[in-house]
């Protein structure tokens, strides 16, 4: 028998061989290189540096996370990147939630189009690019101070602070709020949406009691982006953020290139992983992951 | 008298862009019917639905609902409630929580909302499925769920959309004979759409049948079977014999041997057999008649299988029919009676 029909008989009278032969290549790069860093990472982050030499010392040892929880600067930073996280994952889900809605729900199929563009069309464009005209519009002598002045307000002095990062991560990870929520809300039967009118509720109130809770799932996807994507930036912080606006992905930056300790970058960075990991448990507690 | 107009409609239209769904429709149902709108698809019935229920709002016309015009009144504001094709259940909701939505939704307090949804489940024989979400259950019990969802509200109208189009043929009759039960013994007035003649048929008090978003003849099933206004409804409803504008429906017709005798007020014709399909109850028979027409016939199977015709395609017949069951249909929507 030709060789190719003899493994497409094989492969119809044993269903895991497809299955296992397409995942081959994923699984391994996955393991081998996904799972085996993070191992590796975790592992590291109890090694130690010799400060004259500078060279690894393996071993078993916890000083990396007491030199984290003894400084309270580190503190500090972890919960500025948390935080800030957390609101950008909150400014996101509430701007994208009218966005997606009206694109999937309400907008005829040109405008639908249009807006479907209007939210990819900046994810062709360099993240840097971006980043870096966010902080010509937020800088002191910047398009935004010009306007304010133009109209008669006076200067926001919000370049390079907390709140020029809220303000650009929300902006760079809309999208990816956006189009799981519309995704979902997409797959609400229409049907749904009149039979609770039917039954006497409002707009508002079916929006709550049948359109929130059946986009869940999208809404926490959007929101696993948003919130990973911040967490672990070091990019926008550096240029947009200013002094004293350090991220956990700057201090591992520094450690790495600049301090060359290893072994302390890997153990803070051990943090956003748990994180995520609370995260996430959080999200399958609130039903997001039951529809998958 | 007859009972009060409940739901009338007054020259409504309905356009989706260029395509005319209804042109300027009039209809008029009363209190405590079951008023079937019948008619192909796209023929304008589930779009009368839809505006009676707020879904959709006409171009022009009135729409009363117990003498007020709700034409403008969104869906949430009419005391009608639906029974929708899909069923429409809410998948995240348990069974109670999808028939208490109405209650809930009029501010009935959640444990007596419970409550009453519980007794609504009960009446359709699902109590013990309460706590259970739509997907674990069968086409039937999804489509009784949506039935206590709507009626636990009690309306003023329930509104039917092809409610038993996703049942096998079974179980639709089983729920046909209930549906009409339950019409009867709440008194709610019902309007119903399907495509489905016998459906229509076996469960209206009156029924409208529609063609290209206009009523071709609104009646009681017997009127539009026996008197259909128009060669859409006598060929819509049931099978027919059109010849011109004569009517002949095909079980008032009898096959007998070519040199049969002919009774006073029968008319007869010589025709050949040329099919005979035997479909249990019935046997179907396609006739060519000496003068040219074609000739369909329904006999019942009736009689002991020995004692009957025993007709094969080539057989020579004498089809033989009551002179007053050849009726004269005139193709408008008045209609001759």
Request: net charge neutral; glycine share 8%.
């Amino acid at each position: 028998m030709h060789p190719l029909k003899a493994w497409s008989s094989f492969v119809w009278r044993r269903g895991w061989a497809a299955t296992g032969a397409l995942l081959a290549l994923p699984g391994a790069w996955f393991a081998g290189l996904y799972l085996a860093a993070i191992g590796a990472m975790f592992v590291t982050s109890f090694w130690s540096v010799d400060p004259l030499s500078g060279t690894l010392i393996p071993g078993f040892s916890l000083g990396n996370f007491q030199a984290l929880l003894s400084d309270p600067i580190y503190t500090k930073i972890a919960l500025r990147t948390v935080g800030i996280a957390a609101s950008v994952t909150v400014t996101d889900i509430l701007l994208a939630w009218p966005v997606a809605y009206a694109m999937v729900r309400l907008a005829g199929p040109r405008l639908r189009a249009v807006l479907m563009a209007a939210v990819m069309v900046p994810l062709w464009s360099s993240y840097l690019a971006r980043v870096y005209a966010w902080r010509l519009i937020l800088a002191h002598n910047g398009v935004l101070n010009w306007a304010l002045i133009e109209i008669g307000l006076p200067r926001l002095h919000i370049g390079y602070s907390n709140w020029a990062m809220w303000i650009v991560f929300s902006y760079l990870w809309l999208p990816f709020m956006i189009l799981p929520i519309a995704a979902s809300v997409e797959r609400i039967a229409p049907s749904l949406l009149e039979a609770s009118s039917d039954l006497g509720e409002t707009g508002l109130r079916t929006f709550r009691r049948v359109v929130l809770p059946l986009a869940l799932p999208g809404m926490v996807a959007g929101a696993i982006f948003t919130f990973s994507l911040t967490l672990g930036d070091y990019v926008t912080p550096m240029l947009v953020g200013g002094e004293g606006s350090d991220f956990i992905g700057n201090v591992v930056y520094s450690n790495v290139g600049v301090t060359n300790n290893i072994p302390f970058a890997a153990a803070y960075a051990v943090l956003p992983l748990g994180v995520m990991a609370g995260f996430l448990l959080i999200a399958r507690r609130l039903g997001a992951f039951d529809a998958l | 008298m007859a009972p009060a107009p409940i739901v009338e409609l007054q020259g409504v239209v309905k356009s989706y862009g260029a395509a005319v769904a209804l042109k300027r429709l009039d209809l008029l149902v009363r209190a405590g019917e079951f008023f079937t709108l019948l008619g192909p698809s796209g023929s304008g019935k589930t779009t009368t639905l839809r505006l009676i229920a707020g879904f959709e709002r006409p171009d022009t016309g009135r729409i009363l609902l117990d003498g007020a015009d709700v034409a403008d009144l969104a869906p949430h504001l009419r005391h009608v409630n639906t029974v929708f094709q899909d069923y429409a259940l809410f998948p995240h909701l348990t069974l109670v929580e999808n028939v208490a939505y109405g209650l809930r939704a009029r501010k009935m307090p959640k444990a007596q909302a419970h409550d009453e949804a519980e007794k609504a489940l009960a009446a359709v024989k699902l109590d013990a499925f309460a706590g259970r979400k739509p997907a674990q259950l069968s086409g039937g019990q999804r489509q009784r769920v949506a039935l206590a969802r709507a009626m636990v509200n009690k309306p003023r109208v329930l509104l039917l959309d092809e409610p038993l189009g996703a049942l096998d043929l079974k179980l639709r009759h089983q729920m046909q004979a209930e549906l009409k039960k339950l019409q009867h013994d709440t008194g709610i007035t019902f309007i119903y759409v399907t495509h489905d003649q016998d459906e229509a048929l076996s469960m209206s008090d009156r029924i409208a049948v529609f063609s290209h978003g206009e009523i071709e003849q609104v009646g009681t099933p017997f009127e539009l079977y026996e008197r259909p206004a128009s060669a859409f409804v006598a060929d819509f409803v049931g099978s027919s014999n059109l010849w011109d504008s004569m009517l002949l429906r095909p079980e008032k017709v009898r096959l007998l041997a070519p040199a049969a005798p002919v009774p006073a007020g029968f008319e007869a014709r010589p025709g050949v057999v040329r099919e005979a399909v035997y479909l249990g109850a019935v046997t179907r028979f396609g006739v060519m008649l000496a003068d040219g027409r074609a000739l369909s016939v329904m006999e019942a199977n009736t009689a002991p299988r020995a004692e009957r015709l025993r007709l094969v395609p080539g057989d020579e017949v004498l089809a033989l029919w009551p002179v007053e069951a050849c009726v004269r249909i005139s193709n408008n929507n008045e209609g001759e009676v």
